[in-house]
């Protein structure tokens, strides 16, 4: 990243994903755990989760395959079984969770705002 990048606030390094948007699809809600906390997605809704969560319970990060993400909860929620997968639950339940990152801009702080945000200290 060249100098002129750092004070575009459009420039790819300056975006970060924390959270994930995940909406479970089904009617019928599907619950994990990451880290002692309780996951609940609820049917025909959505839930914000921490991005090492994510990585965690659904096997998301910034930038992997669909596939990846799908065989991870086939495993995880137990799809993997040969009567589910001729049945085609797997892909239909899976294929009813939609996962969207959470995209934040950060921007550097220009000499003026600092100074406004130390004077009101």
Not at 16 to 25: A, D, G, L, M, S
Not at 67 to 84: D, I, K, S
Not at 87 to 105: C, L, Q, S, T
């Amino acid at each position: 990243m060249d100098q002129e990048d750092m004070h575009d606030p459009y420039a790819p390094e300056t975006h970060t994903v924390t959270n994930v948007k995940v909406t479970n699809k089904n009617a019928f809600d599907i619950t994990d755990r990451y880290d002692g906390v309780p996951y609940v997605f609820k049917a025909k809704s959505s839930l914000t989760m921490p991005a090492d969560a994510a990585l965690h319970v659904l096997g998301w990060f910034p930038g992997v395959d669909d596939a990846v993400v799908f065989n991870h909860l086939q495993r995880r929620w137990g799809y993997n079984t040969p009567q589910r997968m001729e049945k085609g639950e797997d892909k239909k339940v899976i294929g009813n969770i939609a996962i969207e990152p959470i995209v934040y801009r950060l921007v550097p702080v220009t000499e003026a705002e600092g100074k406004r945000v130390a004077a009101a200290k």
